[in-house]
């Protein structure tokens, strides 16, 4: 990869969040969490230049931690799943 990785931003993911993919022919994904007026994209840096094998590892850790992510948040919900009727539902 090349450039420098920047920002920091903390996404409370509530009702009516969402997460999606754009691909496209020749350049780097867009991965954009909204939530609410907030959108967060990460993406690759330089999509003027090949993409190097640190891209890819960098995608699979994604994926690795969003899998992990996703089991804690259904291990918790198995735990203690929101009562009916309540927003959390």
């Known amino acids: 990869?090349?450039?420098?990785?920047?920002?920091?931003v903390s996404v409370h993911a509530g009702s009516g969040a969402?997460?999606?993919?754009?691909t496209y022919d020749t350049t780097p994904p867009i991965l954009?969490?909204?939530a609410g007026?907030?959108?967060?994209?990460?993406?690759?840096p330089g999509h003027d230049q090949p993409l190097g094998?640190?891209?890819?590892?960098f995608?699979?850790?994604l994926a690795g931690q969003a899998q992990r992510f996703a089991a804690e948040c259904e291990r918790?919900?198995?735990?203690?799943?929101?009562?009916?009727?309540?927003?959390?539902?």
């Open 18 to 22: 969402s997460v999606i993919c754009h």
């Open 76 to 89: 918790l919900h198995a735990v203690r799943p929101a009562e009916p009727g309540s927003a959390a539902a």
């Open 53 to 57: 094998g640190e891209a890819v590892e």
């Open 59 to 61: 995608a699979r850790e």
């Open 1 to 8: 990869m090349t450039g420098e990785s920047l920002g920091s």
């Open 32 to 34: 954009t969490i909204s």
């Open 37 to 44: 007026r907030w959108h967060v994209s990460v993406t690759i």
